[in-house]
T-cell receptor, first 114, second 113 residues
Framework: DAGVTQSPTHLIKTRGQQVTLRCSPKSGHDTVSWYQQALGQGPQFIFQ???????QRGNFPDRFSGHQFPNYSSELNVNALLLGDSALYLC?????????????FGQGTRLTVV | AQSVTQLGSHVSVSEGALVLLRCNYSSSVPPYLFWYVQYPNQGLQLLLK??????LVKGINGFEAEFKKSETSFHLTKPSAHMRDAAEYFC???????????FGKGTTLSVSS
């Protein structure tokens, strides 16, 4: 079992650009959540996808959008990048069935905006 | 609204000493609570979870936590610290209606020999 995989591991973007991050959930999981972790802070919930729809959303602007594919993988898109978007972006997967109490995290994508 | 507060951004202990990391929660419904650990440049690993069953929860690597409703606390303990326990620890509460989490700001645990 490969667990939750994220790509790329690192990337550098210029202010104003757009970026797409990708996540493949753990085998058997159908729900994907995205978090932003700024340096020295705890992860902050961005949004959650289930059945290809956004089910829950945290307090993030519309510049942050996502998508879930039929195979349950997911993308996080950020438009008009700001310097403050520099962070570790974490993907977590879980199962909506069987209780769904536990989320498994990927290693994250380190985004640097210059 | 759900929230967690971790008391103490940095805790230092000697190897073999007791580890105590504090977490208090606020929840409008019976909470699901979690402790995660994060090693440098890595994702989060689940240590243990409370899901309204036993109030004393045992996790991996010798950690345990006790849910105390009267104190709205879910403190993490380990009887004897090891050097490999040095990491960032996060307490989290589940947002009702799904599996998304609200995290505390984290506590850095340092272990000295």
């Amino acid at each position: 079992d490969a667990g939750v995989t994220q790509s790329p591991t690192h990337l550098i973007k210029t202010r104003g650009q757009q970026v797409t991050l990708r996540c493949s959930p753990k085998s058997g999981h159908d729900t994907v959540s995205w978090y932003q972790q700024a340096l020295g802070q705890g992860p902050q919930f961005i949004f959650q996808y289930y059945e290809e729809e956004e089910r829950q959303r945290g307090n993030f602007p519309d510049r942050f959008s996502g998508h879930q594919f039929p195979n349950y993988s997911s993308e996080l898109n950020v438009n008009a990048l700001l310097l403050g978007d520099s962070a570790l972006y974490l993907c977590a997967s879980s199962s909506a069935t069987g209780g769904g109490t536990e989320a498994f995290f990927g290693q994250g994508t380190r985004l640097t905006v210059v | 609204a759900q929230s967690v507060t971790q008391l103490g951004s940095h805790v230092s202990v000697s190897e073999g000493a007791l580890v105590l990391l504090r977490c208090n929660y606020s929840s409008s419904v019976p909470p699901y609570l979690f402790w995660y650990v994060q090693y440098p440049n890595q994702g989060l690993q689940l240590l243990l979870k409370y899901t309204s069953a036993a109030t004393l929860v045992k996790g991996i690597n010798g950690f345990e936590a006790e849910f105390k409703k009267s104190e709205t606390s879910f403190h993490l303990t380990k009887p004897s610290a090891h050097m490999r326990d040095a990491a960032e620890y996060f307490c989290a509460v589940r947002i009702p209606g799904g599996t998304a989490l609200i995290f505390g700001k984290g506590t850095t645990l340092s272990v000295s020999s």
